[in-house]
């Protein structure tokens, strides 16, 4: 089966630096996508992480480690915008191609 | 920036009744795929299409959704009979291909709600 696990929710001050972990369990795991959901809108792509190792892309990094399961997402510099969802996905290998199983989000509430 | 556009933004339907979904995936994608969100909960995989056919489906993909591409831009997701669980975001995406490192795009979703 497919197991990806994230907490349910995060709270950091405004400026501050946060990491959402992911672990995930999954067979056919083919990279890791971390994507950013505003309320009531489509999941916004942030960063791929295909080789363990950390990519990093301006306020945003991702971190993966295919040997021990585990992501994680680090925020810098936090802005009141980056208030939403976080998603962990993992790339999974089918038959018919990819495709992606996500956990149930991080809700991530940025405060003053 | 090219993007994955869908319609309706938003649909009231009744029980019952057959709903499709559009979608235009960005132009030179070759993979493409319906995901859902029920609200609060966690988007889920229903299909993805290549090659004018689909590749791989879910369970949730039972025999009353279908997925079409009419023409050289559209693709579209039917509910045949609509029931009152199907109440979700459906999120059309493509990629360029299926291999490690092409980034999945999401289209800004269509509401569906069942009454």
């Known amino acids: 089966g497919q197991n990806i696990d994230q907490p349910t929710e995060m709270t950091a001050t405004e400026g501050a630096i946060v990491q959402i972990n992911c672990t995930y369990q999954?067979?056919?795991?083919?990279?890791l996508f971390w994507y950013q959901q505003h309320a009531g809108e489509a999941p916004t792509f942030l960063s791929y992480?295909?080789?363990?190792g950390l990519e990093e892309k301006g306020r945003f990094s991702s971190f993966l480690s295919r040997s021990k399961g585990y992501s994680y997402l680090l925020l810098k510099e936090l802005q009141m915008k980056d208030s939403a969802s976080y998603l962990c996905?993992?790339?999974?290998?089918?038959?018919?191609?990819?495709?992606?199983?996500f956990g149930t989000g991080t809700q991530l509430k940025v405060e003053l | 920036e090219p993007e994955v556009t869908q319609t309706p933004s938003h649909q009231v339907t009744q029980m019952g009744q057959e709903v499709i979904l559009r979608c235009v995936p960005i132009?030179?994608?070759?993979?493409f795929y319906w995901y859902r969100q029920i609200l609060g909960q966690k988007v889920e995989f229903l299909v993805s299409?290549?090659?004018?056919?689909?590749?791989?489906k879910s369970e949730i993909f039972d025999d009353q959704f279908s997925v079409e591409r009419p023409d050289g831009s559209n693709f579209t997701l039917k509910i045949r009979s609509t029931k009152l669980e199907d109440s979700a975001m459906y999120f059309c995406?493509?990629?360029?291909?299926?291999?490690?490192?092409?980034?999945?795009?999401f289209g800004e979703g269509s509401w569906l709600t069942v009454v």
């Open positions: 299409f290549y090659n004018n056919e689909i590749s791989e």
């Open positions: 999954t067979s056919g795991f083919n990279g």
């Open positions: 996905a993992g790339y999974i290998l089918t038959g018919g191609g990819n495709k992606l199983t």
């Open positions: 132009s030179n994608h070759l993979y």
């Open positions: 995406a493509s990629s360029l291909d299926s291999s490690s490192g092409n980034t999945i795009y």
């Open positions: 992480n295909v080789l363990d």
